[in-house]
């Protein structure tokens, strides 16, 4: 694990939403979220969307949603085959 120097920036951006999932701009990559795969997205206001945090330079939090993902869940969705049933 690679420990952040105190006082870097880290970023992470919600850059659409759409009908079908959320575009999220991390540390210079883009995903998509579907909510086929990410359910707890699809009835949520903008604002608590919006409200994302990268923890550990891993780990997204919503906490207006109590959604917790790690960056591993898309960079290899093959390991992590369980979806919410939510």
């Given amino acids: 694990m690679k420990l952040l120097k105190n006082g870097k920036s880290t970023s992470v951006n919600v850059e659409n939403i759409s009908p079908f999932g959320i ?3 991390v540390e ?3 995903y998509f979220l579907n909510y086929h795969n990410h359910p707890y997205f699809k009835d949520q206001t903008i604002k608590s969307i919006q ?3 990268l923890l550990h ?3 997204l939090y919503w ?3 109590d959604v ?3 960056m591993d869940n898309f960079e290899n969705p093959e390991k992590y085959p369980l979806k919410s049933k939510y």
């Fill in 23 to 25: 575009w999220i701009f």
């Fill in 28 to 30: 210079g990559k883009e």
């Fill in 51 to 53: 409200n994302v945090k």
């Fill in 57 to 59: 330079g891993f780990h």
């Fill in 63 to 65: 906490p207006d949603l």
């Fill in 68 to 70: 917790d993902l790690e």
